[in-house]
């Protein structure tokens, strides 16, 4: 069994590209491989991952959650995700107070509800003018959303037309209904002419005809009596609407988003929706890259067997965002200790007016420079309110203020950026002071 890993620069055609540090072009990754002989090494070097992690970003000063999560376009059986709740976060997770059951929305499964047990009435066509969305629908017809099909449409990236249908009530997972599909290259919604093209009616689309397309239902629908669906006719839709009487489907499968207060799958209680921001990951790779690449090893029996891998993932940037989004205040950044680009801000004010302040802040810098003690010295010649505002809001953890003042009261100031605590200390005692700190 092996461990690899770097840190690495790297480069993605990201195509939703925000500013900040993340969801960009250019970033850096810490990266590691465990390379095993079977599943169990596989297993080990997963959890010494997922635990090292946990600690890892608990240094940082990072509260994470950790969530079960889609392979994606890494392949392999398992991944989880280390998420920082944050409401600005672009990751919706699916949350369970009681059990701790945590999943990204993209593969999180919930108790749906029982559907109502009815017999099978005649399918009728009504008049619905005007109600091509399904709260229109609802309205006009006097039925809950949850009496409703809708029909929702995707192309894949080999082209073909994907028609997803849910009950009115839910959301289609793209995710879910990517891999039920084995959509090559993801899934984009389909423009109107590619609708009408596969002989639909946008607002007023059934699953009834809808042949042209790849039909996925949901397995709620699957089992809903007499919903309400669209006619495939302007204006019009069907009442008793069954699935397997009326039209069947290429795939029965759950496509739908976990909403909030679902029945959790695991203990039943009330689920809760939270937004996060992804800063880690890790994947059971096995052997989908090790076959392709045709990596093995020679076994104890002279065989020749795959390499078993995992992949593991610290996003650089994404923590560092983080770190700052947890960790600042009114004033600008307050860096955790263990983080801070420089141990002490040191602030020399007055040292063109004062040959004394200009010295002994020279002489402290180079001494903690020397002692290996990193340091970001502000020598600037700024007024004393531009330099405090700066180093407040550059947020080392500690401020180290030389003035005429400060000289006066008995040496250097050092302020607290986390409490705000100030005191005076002799200029000879700042490195010990700076070093008990950490």
């Not at 065989?303 to 700052?324: E, F, H, K, P």
């Not at 180093?391 to 203020?401: K, N, Q, Y």
């Amino acid at each position: 069994p092996a461990i690899v890993y770097h840190f690495q620069t790297k480069f993605r055609d990201e195509p939703r590209a925000r500013g900040g540090l993340i969801r960009v072009r250019e970033f850096v990754m810490k990266d590691s491989y465990t390379l095993d002989a079977d599943e169990a090494g596989l297993d080990h070097g997963y959890r010494l991952h997922h635990e090292a992690y946990e600690k890892i970003f608990a240094r940082l000063g990072l509260d994470t959650v950790v969530v079960g999560a889609d392979v994606g376009i890494m392949g392999g059986s398992l991944a989880h995700e280390f998420m920082v709740l944050n409401e600005h976060g672009e990751d919706t997770l699916v949350l369970c107070d009681e059990c701790g059951y945590a999943a990204n929305q993209q593969i999180a499964t919930v108790t749906k509800p029982e559907p109502p047990v009815e017999e099978a009435r005649p399918l009728e066509e009504v008049a619905t003018p005007g109600a091509d969305t399904i709260a229109s629908l609802a309205a006009h017809l006097g039925v809950g959303t949850d009496r409703t099909a809708k029909a929702t449409f995707f192309v894949t990236g080999d082209g073909r037309t994907v028609t997803a249908i849910v009950r009115g009530d839910y959301e289609v997972n793209e995710t879910k209904l990517a891999n039920a599909v084995k959509a090559v290259g993801g899934l984009r919604p389909a423009q109107l002419e590619e609708i009408t093209a596969a002989g639909m009616e946008p607002g007023y689309a059934s699953p009834i005809g809808a042949h042209d397309t790849v039909v996925v239902v949901d397995d709620l629908v699957a089992l809903s009596p007499n919903l309400v669906a669209g006619a495939n006719r302007h204006g019009y839709h069907l009442l008793n609407v069954n699935h397997g009487r009326d039209f069947t489907a290429d795939l029965v499968v759950d496509i739908t988003n976990a909403r909030e207060g679902d029945p959790c799958p695991q203990c039943g209680k009330p689920l809760v929706l939270r937004h996060g921001i992804e800063v880690g990951n890790i994947f059971k790779l096995g052997t989908d890259f090790t076959e392709a690449l045709g990596a093995t090893y020679l076994a104890e029996d002279g065989s020749r067997r795959l390499v078993v891998m995992g992949s593991y993932g610290i996003g650089l940037g994404r923590a560092v965002a983080c770190i700052v989004e947890e960790h600042h205040d009114d004033k600008g950044i307050v860096w955790p200790r263990v983080v801070a680009p420089y141990a002490a801000h040191l602030v020399a004010l007055g040292a063109t007016k004062d040959p004394a302040v200009a010295e002994s802040a020279e002489d402290l810098y180079q001494r903690l420079t020397d002692a290996g003690v990193e340091v970001l010295y502000d020598d600037r010649d700024e007024s004393p309110g531009v330099k405090l505002t700066d180093a407040e809001l550059l947020g080392m953890p500690t401020i180290v203020t030389i003035s005429t003042r400060s000289m006066a009261g008995g040496g250097a100031e050092m302020t607290d950026r986390a409490t705000g605590e100030r005191t005076i200390r002799p200029i000879a005692d700042v490195e010990a002071e700076l070093r008990a700190q950490g």
